[in-house]
């Protein structure tokens, strides 16, 4: 099957610093990507959809100034959280489709603690 | 606009017993149904999908699940679970035109007793 592979899988950040995350589809063009937040023992929550080449179309509640998502390439599609807050501390997961796929296929996830 | 709902929180079951997770769902045409498996602390593992066809559907790991149109449903089955079974099952549903943009239902957490 089709890989996803997202960087980093843990990471540690102090308040107020911006943290970036990366997904990566290793053997297909990703033509769409999906970013989800995670809460403890809880759904995905979908936060954005990226086309490449496009702007990202963020969900109703998801603030576009924080969650900033990029989606250069057919390969890659970035999620920076800018200025974050321990709030912003969950699990991360991106998710990514090809253009002829029915189906996403997810990266492993990043688990963000903001301190 | 599409939802699932997946009644269950908790199933407890013992090694070696049969298991459904159920999972009901929302739209107004058919729709594309998945479950997903999640480790602790890892993404999303796709089991099995329903698009089209026979009703009954044979995914990885021994699973399958029935769309049952009648009563909007898409349930899980394994006729005997293993310990590493025990994670997080998540159903989700997609529209069955224009783009994939699932949605999750709350998940089910397994827990497998030996």
């Known amino acids: 099957g089709a890989v996803v592979s997202q960087h980093p899988s843990r990471v540690i950040c102090k308040s107020g610093t911006s943290v970036k995350i990366e997904c990566r589809s290793l053997d297909f063009q990703a033509t769409t990507m999906f970013w989800y937040r995670q809460f403890p023992k809880q759904s995905l929550m979908l936060m954005a959809t990226s086309n490449e080449g496009s702007k990202a179309t963020y969900e109703q509640g998801v603030e576009k100034d924080k969650f900033l998502i990029n989606h250069a390439s057919l390969t890659l599609s970035t999620l920076t959280v800018t200025s974050a807050h321990p709030e912003d501390s969950s699990f991360y997961i991106c998710?990514?489709?090809?253009?002829?796929?029915?189906?996403?296929?997810f990266g492993q996830g990043t688990r963000l603690t903001v301190v | 606009a599409q939802s699932v709902t997946q009644p269950d929180i908790h199933i407890t079951v013992s090694e070696g017993a049969s298991l459904e997770l159920r999972c009901n769902y929302s739209?107004?045409?058919?729709?594309?149904l998945f479950w997903y498996v999640q480790s602790p602390g890892q993404g999303l593992q796709l089991l099995l999908k329903?698009?089209?066809?026979?009703?009954l559907v044979q995914g990885i790991k021994g699973f399958e699940a029935e769309f049952k149109r009648s009563q909007s449903s898409f349930n899980l089955r394994k006729p005997s679970v293993h310990w590493s079974d025990a994670a997080e099952y998540f159903c989700?549903?997609?529209?069955?035109?224009?783009?994939?943009?699932?949605?999750f239902g709350r998940g089910t957490s397994l827990i497998v007793h030996p």
């Open positions: 329903y698009f089209s066809g026979d009703t």
């Open positions: 739209y107004g045409a058919t729709p594309y």
């Open positions: 998710s990514a489709s090809d253009v002829a796929s029915t189906e996403a296929f």
């Open positions: 989700a549903v997609a529209s069955s035109g224009g783009s994939y943009i699932p949605t």
